[in-house]
């Protein structure tokens, strides 16, 4: 809702101590995003403060509000997204529902005003101007390459999806009702104001969006104003809402989230299931049978010693274990995540210069894209699973449906099953894989490999992918 009351929010007196405020002058030299690296993107993302501190007093555990107050900053952020942009993209076959929403929070209820079918920019700046409607953009990386750089490098960063959506709401309005997400939230403030107003989580972080009523939430342990070039983070579960003020224009911002189910929970439904399979095969006491009826009882207490006492049997392998398969986690992550931004003009990538020798030098192309794994179907061989590259053709599909979701799963299945596969080696070449992954420059003569032959064959099955470069 609109904020209520005439005391304004910008003065600051409102915001609490738990929320620090990083205020840099604008005389200040604060760089803008740094694409050297995905530590170094990421540091440049919550500048001033330093990554260490971010992660040992923030993360996961309270809201961060950077107040930047610098000019290249506000308009790098503006280069972001403008309520401009619109007009053009409307041109693109948008559709409600899929890439817009248009809503807005009436009464501490969420009012959606879709129309059916595609966008029509005339209707939608009848919507905004006339309703006071927010105009919410899904997944703008997908057109935006500034957006594509930064979530790619942040996928590179967290190990972990990075998805986004726009918000364009316009002076006296709100588009959505207080409510707590299931990602930690990265907010950008990209043009006019946005009042913000965060209150302590009913649950702590959350496993699921949800709306909360205004008599539940108590009041505000947070409220501030976001400006240009402003960030703002929350954990997940968090409770808020933003309305524009009253002689702004209008308010646009980015929220860019990561983390959605990706907890040690969600981590241990992935790999135990594998864990289980292999220690079965060598301990009979997870073969033996459960007890007659035990899937009719009620009452189950003698069984759950027995099971307590193989899930420690279970843990004590796990202590012993090199390899831990996350099969669906990693699967989704390696399948869905943004491929290498190499710019939008960028032609697929061919394999080219020297052949490698024996002799030659080499080094691995997109490193940060790079995930060795063992096939878990294959014992006798290792997968090398290729980044969605241009070089494998698919690097636009992969960014226009980047957190999308997928409308017909079956449709999909051949395909992922392709990009999942990756190139295949036997086992005995891991070692000589993992050792190109963490050495800068590897000579191919000093690849742990028996032979000649075989150390010049793996170097000649990933350049011939584009995934080494021949120094």
Known sequence: MPKKGGKHAGTGEEMHTQCKRAKVAAACSLSVMNFENPDRLFGSLISPIKQEMFFREYWEQKPLLIQRNDPMMAAYYESLFQVS????????????????????????????LNKEGKVNYMQLKKDFDQKKATIQFHQPQRFKE?????????????????????????????????????????????????????????????????????????????????????LLYFPRGTIHQADTPLGISYSTHVTISTYQNNSWGDFLLDAIPGLVFDTAKEDMALRTSIPRQLLMQVDIADSTKKLSSLLRRLADRLENTRELRSSDMKKDFIMNRLPPCLGCDSDPLTPGGKLPKIDSKIRLQFRDHAIITVEPDQENSVSRVKPPSYAWGGGWEVRETHMMGTEDDTTCEDVTSQQTHGLRFPLSYLDALKQLWSSSTVDVKDLKLISDEEKENLALSLWTECLIEVL
Not at 87 to 109: F, M
Not at 147 to 167: A, D, H, M, P, R
């Open 85 to 112: 942009d619109l007009k053009e993209l409307c041109s693109q076959d948008l559709y409600y529902g899929r890439d817009i929403n248009v809503c807005r929070c009436v009464n501490g209820k969420k009012k959606v």
């Open 146 to 230: 500034e957006l594509w750089k930064i979530q790619e490098k942040l996928e590179c960063y967290f190990g972990s999806l990075v998805g986004s959506n726009v918000y364009m709401t316009p002076q006296g309005s709100q588009g959505l009702p207080p409510h707590y997400d299931d990602v930690e939230v990265f907010i950008l403030q990209l043009e006019g104001e946005k009042h913000w107003r965060l209150y302590k989580p009913t649950v702590h972080l959350a496993r699921e969006y949800n709306v909360e009523s205004e008599d539940r939430i108590g009041k505000p342990t947070h409220e501030f104003i976001l400006k240009p070039g402003d």
